[in-house]
């Protein structure tokens, strides 16, 4: 069995969007890049994937430069290419190209000794159901707060 081990989430991604369908992809990267993961000095938060010519890239993601690195350093936010099936691409393409869905990175982890990207096929939130998710929290808190105070 793989083990898991959970580096970055983008927590904005599930209050921006409804998260339809998740799927797995490898990531491209350098030497330095892996050792900066293992570190945990990775930024999702304004990250998005991109098809291009049958390959998916993710954008905007944020991989801070390794200390020991110096000239085997690469740009924090270069675009990295993902690693996915093609018959999967093709699928996501045609789905994100007609129906107005994204493609978002939820989660980065490591699998074993390899990275790996959890890719969420997402549809935008509109700001009442923003606001809706909101109350709904406030709600379930309030009642486990109660439940607390009627315990004691």
């Known amino acids: 069995m793989a083990s898991l081990k959970t ?74 290419k993902l690693l996915m099936h093609k018959k999967e691409i093709n699928r996501l393409y045609g789905i994100v190209k007609q129906t107005g869905y994204s493609l978002i990175p939820i989660s980065l982890y490591f699998k074993d000794s390899r990275v790996k990207m959890q890719i969420g096929l997402c549809k935008g939130k509109k700001l009442y159901d923003k606001r809706e998710d909101m109350a709904k929290r406030a709600a379930k808190r309030d009642i486990e707060r109660a439940v607390k105070q009627q315990n004691r």
């Open 7 to 80: 580096i970055a989430q983008n927590k904005k991604a599930h209050h921006d969007y409804f998260i339809e369908e998740s799927y797995e992809a490898g990531i491209e990267l350098f030497g330095t890049e892996v050792k900066s993961i293992r570190q945990g000095r990775v930024n999702l938060k304004d990250s998005w994937c991109s098809i291009v010519a049958g390959e998916i890239f993710v954008n905007g993601m944020h991989i801070s430069p390794y200390e020991q690195g110096n000239i085997f350093n690469r740009d924090p936010m270069r675009v990295r």
